[in-house]
C-alpha cells in the first residue's frame, strides 16, 4: 500500500515541479501556469492527507490510482507546453486549452469524485458506528442481567 501512496504523492510532486518551472521558464503560458500551480498548492494539503490514510487505513490502490495516472498525464502535458516557441501562436493556444481543461479537471476530481468518496466513506463509517453501538447495546444488556 505504501507504494501506491508514494506513486500518488511522487506523481503530484512531480506536476508541481514541472509547473513551477514551467511557470518561470514559459512566457507564453504564464497565466495558466499560475493558476494551475495556484490549484495544485491548494490541494496538496489534501493529497498528502490522502497519502497518509491510505497506508494506515490499508485502502485499495484503485481508490487513488486513477487521479495518479491523471497527474502523470498532466505532468506530460506541462513539459509539451514548455517546449513550445513563444512564436508558435498555434501550438500555444492549443495547449492554452489544454492547460485551462487541467485546471478544470483538477478542480473536478476534487469537488466531484472526492465528494462522491466522502460520502460513501461516511455511509460505511456509519455501518460501522451502528454495529457498535448494537455490540455495546448486547454488552450493557448481558451486564445488567447479571
Known amino acids: 500500500m505504501e507504494v501506491q501512496g508514494a506513486a500518488l504523492g511522487a506523481a503530484f510532486d512531480l506536476l508541481l ?16 501556469l499560475e ?9 496538496k ?16 490502490p484503485h481508490e487513488t490510482e ?14 509539451r507546453c514548455s517546449k513550445v516557441s513563444k512564436w508558435n501562436f498555434l501550438m500555444r493556444l ?3 486549452n489544454k492547460l485551462r481543461k487541467l485546471e478544470t479537471s483538477l478542480l473536478n476530481f476534487f ?15 456509519s455501518v460501522v ?3 457498535l ?3 455495546v447495546n448486547e454488552i450493557a444488556k448481558h451486564m445488567r442481567e447479571k
Open 35 to 43: 493558476r494551475v500551480k495556484s490549484t495544485l498548492c491548494a490541494i
Open 17 to 32: 515541479t514541472s509547473v513551477a518551472d514551467a511557470s518561470n521558464k514559459v512566457a507564453g503560458f504564464i497565466s495558466q
Open 66 to 79: 486513477a487521479f495518479t495516472v491523471r497527474l502523470t498525464r498532466a505532468e506530460l502535458l506541462v513539459r
Open 133 to 135: 453501538q448494537e455490540k
Open 111 to 125: 469537488q466531484i469524485d472526492v465528494a462522491a468518496l466522502h460520502l460513501c466513506e461516511t455511509k460505511r463509517i
Open 129 to 131: 458506528v451502528s454495529d
Open 94 to 96: 492549443y495547449y492554452s
Open 45 to 60: 494539503p489534501s493529497i498528502d492527507d490522502i497519502e497518509c490514510l491510505n497506508v494506515i487505513l490499508d485502502r485499495p
